[in-house]
């Protein structure tokens, strides 16, 4: 592949290195020229143009990365469509990823045209998410080096998903006087919630003293019953022959690994009674945040088999986040700050399929669409909300005139979608970590729509894309993430979100909302269908 600046009349079949402008007609970056582009520019005065002129041999962007996500061999994820030189691939489950790390790094040395990335090995992973992404930097690359690249995804599997494989879990707490009846209690609770997420089930607890012969008992009797025990004991692990692991071996079992590089989740006990596993949980499992508990649990959930080594090698990466109640804590803990999500109203367009009416003035039960729209942003848990407007400003703020709403004219909103998203994305705080983009004309989302994206958003950190969907496909509104504003600068033309979302290689977490994701008033038929009277 060659790049550089070449006279246009040389361009065809050249591909496109920036985004160029003609007349009305705008062409995307990586857009393969055709001889009526090269009219259209020499037309516009356009002399010289900088692109990308592919070698014999040479593969496009999405054809090279199609090519080496169609040669992998994997199970239980789903290859996304190539698009900007980028294949994501999902998981088709919830499960535990596992990831041949050589595989990865052998491809990744080929050539710097050519990268993997992943999740980290033995992450648990939801449903939909993405778990690697394959992509071609940039425009092309040699099928030489496609070819090396297949060979080495054709040794053997690269990716898995693990499926969650429901259990059936029996669950022993230990008993001292200073236990409190409230705090075992808590932690049963605690445990359903965290076996709900792999479809599992506590099916039995019993409550024994904090002494080997009764745990061995109770550990033997659930073990008959039980596709996983787990044991947490009233007073920790003092000693690798200390009550848990005395028990599991007196109840006829063996002990795999008495503690483990993680932290919280040192004083880890894992053993077997038969083929029921048998967990000795750490304290910190009575706590729903993250602990090495969490690893090896779902691990076992999964069908993954967890050896001595396996948690022996967890050191790295084991330091996970502190517990407050740390006799002798490393550091005063962070109080952790939900991430601010702040809305942008999107009423800047022409309506054009109106022929004529603002969709956003109908009326809906006497009231301008674009009013009844803003007053359910303000209603919902968004920080703050802006309104971008555009055509008909002035009667879009006479429309929404009392609303406490700060507004962001977009001047050039007749050249499309981009401008409104990059006006509204500017005007937000230093401080919001998510734009929840709104269309003016759905009037079928409500309020409590929009505080489901926003409670998902905060569950993902503030990382994810957050997209409603109804019956499983996309919709609106979608919340962008803070690490997305700047690739929103750089938007052009009609181009919105979904550009985004597809090319930038970001987790995207889909909300099922309803009908009111897909419901949009674009013609007069659809307005009044939907209950709309237009206005003058």
């Known amino acids: 592949m060659k790049f550089g600046t070449i ?62 996500a169609a040669s992998m061999r994997h199970r239980h994820i789903e290859v996304k469509p190539a698009a900007t030189g980028r294949v994501n691939l999902h998981a088709l489950e919830a499960g535990v990823f596992t990831v041949d790390a050589g595989l990865v790094d052998a491809i990744n040395a080929i050539d710097p045209s050519i990268t993997i990335a992943t999740l980290a090995r033995h992450a648990t992973v939801e449903k939909g998410q993405m778990i690697a992404t394959v992509k071609i930097i940039p425009f092309a690359v040699s099928g030489d080096l496609v070819r090396q690249a297949t060979d080495i995804c054709a040794r053997s599997e690269i990716f898995a998903v693990n499926p969650f494989v429901p259990r059936r879990v029996g669950v022993i707490q230990t008993v001292l006087p ?7 209690d808590k932690t049963a609770r605690q445990t359903e919630h965290r076996l709900a997420r792999s479809g599992s089930r506590l099916t039995a607890e019993r409550r024994t003293p904090h002494e080997a012969s009764a745990v061995a008992e109770a550990a033997r009797a659930l073990a008959r019953e039980h596709d996983m025990v787990v044991i947490f004991g009233a007073s920790a692990l003092a000693d690798f022959d200390d009550v848990i ?14 503690g483990m590089p993680v932290d919280p989740g040192n004083l880890l006990v894992l ?55 740390r006799p ?25 399929r109106m022929g004529g009416p603002n969709k956003l003035l109908a009326l809906f039960q006497g009231k ?22 555009g055509h008909q400003a002035a009667r879009i703020r006479e429309a929404i005139a009392g609303l406490d709403i700060p507004i962001a004219h977009n001047a050039d909103f007749a050249s499309g979608l981009a401008g409104s998203l990059k006006a509204g994305v500017s005007a937000l705080p230093e401080d919001a970590a998510g734009a929840l983009v709104v269309l003016g004309d759905m009037p079928e989302v409500l309020a409590t729509d929009l505080d489901r994206l926003i409670e998902a958003f905060e569950r993902a950190g503030g990382r994810a894309v957050v997209r409603a969907t109804h019956d499983g ?16 600068a750089h938007l052009e033309g009609d181009t919105g979100a979904r550009h985004l979302i597809e090319s930038e290689g970001v987790d995207v977490i889909d909300i099922e909302i309803g009908a009111g994701a897909a419901v949009d008033v674009d013609t007069p038929e659809a307005l009044e269908g939907a209950g709309g009277v237009l206005q003058d």
């Open 7 to 68: 006279p246009v009349g040389q361009a065809v079949g050249a591909v496109l290195a920036h985004s160029t402008s003609a007349d009305d007609r705008r062409y995307r970056k990586a857009h393969v020229l055709a001889a009526e582009d090269i009219a259209i520019l020499e037309a516009a005065g356009l002399t010289e143009i900088v692109v990308a002129v592919l070698d014999p041999g040479d593969l496009g962007e999405d054809e090279a990365a199609e090519a080496i």
């Open 178 to 184: 200073s236990v409190k009846p409230s705090v075992l």
């Open 245 to 258: 692991p005395a028990a599991i071996r007196a109840a006829g079992g063996t002990v795999v690994r008495s």
């Open 271 to 325: 053993g077997h009674i038969g083929n029921t596993a048998v967990i000795g949980a750490p304290g910190c499992a009575r706590s729903p945040r993250e602990n090495g508990f969490d690893w090896v649990l779902d691990r076992l959930i999964a069908g993954l088999e967890v050896t001595a080594a396996d948690i022996g090698g967890m050191g790295v990466g084991g330091l996970l986040m502190e517990i407050p109640t």
């Open 328 to 352: 002798q804590p490393r550091e005063a803990p962070a109080v952790p700050v939900a991430p601010k999500v702040h809305a942008v109203l999107l009423a800047a367009g022409r309506s054009s």
């Open 368 to 389: 301008p669409l674009v009013r009844r729209t803003a007053e359910r942003v303000l209603a919902s848990r968004a920080e703050g909300t802006v309104v971008v407007t």
């Open 473 to 488: 496909k996309r919709g609106n509104p979608v919340i962008l993430p803070r690490s997305l504003f700047p690739a929103v």
